[in-house]
């Protein structure tokens, strides 16, 4: 009785992350598909934890496989508190968007409800497909990518712009500290950062006196110390 208790107690998030870690090293240089990602893992999920419910293990799963992409593409989602900013800042936006178009006299011509929903799909396809940033993004410098790391697609935005009116999709986002969404998930994408990188500075190469160990300048043709011909 006692293992069976202990058999169905919750499983340990240590080894979850023992087995992103190893999936990881054996698809670091590798591209993978999601299918053959997902047959990884079930396959170290059966040798390494046991559950008594298959939702568990495809839950799991689901753990497991954004701990890999997020070690393999060096990902990391913004934060809660630019999420709240940029739903805000693009509701206003949208609202303005509304007003404008009460004042043409476009609503009282039109079911609202419906020109609503057409405003929104509309604002965030077009936006999202081609700079895969809104307005608020623009101001909390934070952008939309895939998990893959690439721009998304047409379609990618736009399933991603669907489920946004799925009932209570906003409370998807009350934890962790870094969340995602259903919009992100459902879609396969993350708001990150947008931080510029740098280009890299290459170092000039360093010559030395074969002779004597001496530091030469690269269009040095003899050793100021040893008088050798380079």
């Known amino acids: ?64 496989k954004e701990k890999v992409k997020e070690k393999k593409y060096n990902f990391i989602p913004t934060t809660r508190l630019k999420r ?27 079911n609202e409800w419906f020109l609503g929903i057409v405003i929104s799909v509309s604002y965030y396809v077009i936006f999202e497909t081609i700079w895969s940033k809104t307005p608020a993004k623009f101001i909390t410098k934070t952008k939309v990518i895939t998990e893959y790391d690439e721009k998304p697609s047409f379609k990618t935005i736009f399933i991603r712009t669907l489920v946004r009116f799925v009932p209570f999709e906003a409370f998807s986002f009350l934890s962790p500290e870094r969340p995602r969404g259903w919009h992100d998930r459902w879609s396969k994408t993350i708001v990150i950062d947008d931080i510029k990188k740098l280009p ?31």
């Open 1 to 64: 009785m006692k293992e069976k208790i202990k058999r169905n107690q919750k499983p340990s998030f240590e080894k979850e992350e023992e087995i992103s870690e190893r999936i990881y090293r054996k698809i670091e240089e590798k591209k993978v598909s999601d299918s053959e990602l997902d047959e990884m893992i079930f396959k170290e999920i059966e040798n390494s934890i046991f559950f008594p419910e298959d939702w568990q293990k495809h839950y799991a799963k689901e753990r497991i």
């Open 84 to 110: 709240f900013l940029n739903f805000i800042i693009d509701i206003i936006i949208l609202d303005i968007f509304g007003i404008i178009l009460g004042i043409t006299g476009l609503y009282f011509s039109t």
């Open 200 to 230: 890299s500075v290459q170092k000039p190469e360093i010559f030395y006196c074969s002779k004597c160990g001496n530091k030469l300048d690269s269009d040095s043709k003899f050793c100021a110390k040893c008088g050798a011909k380079i």
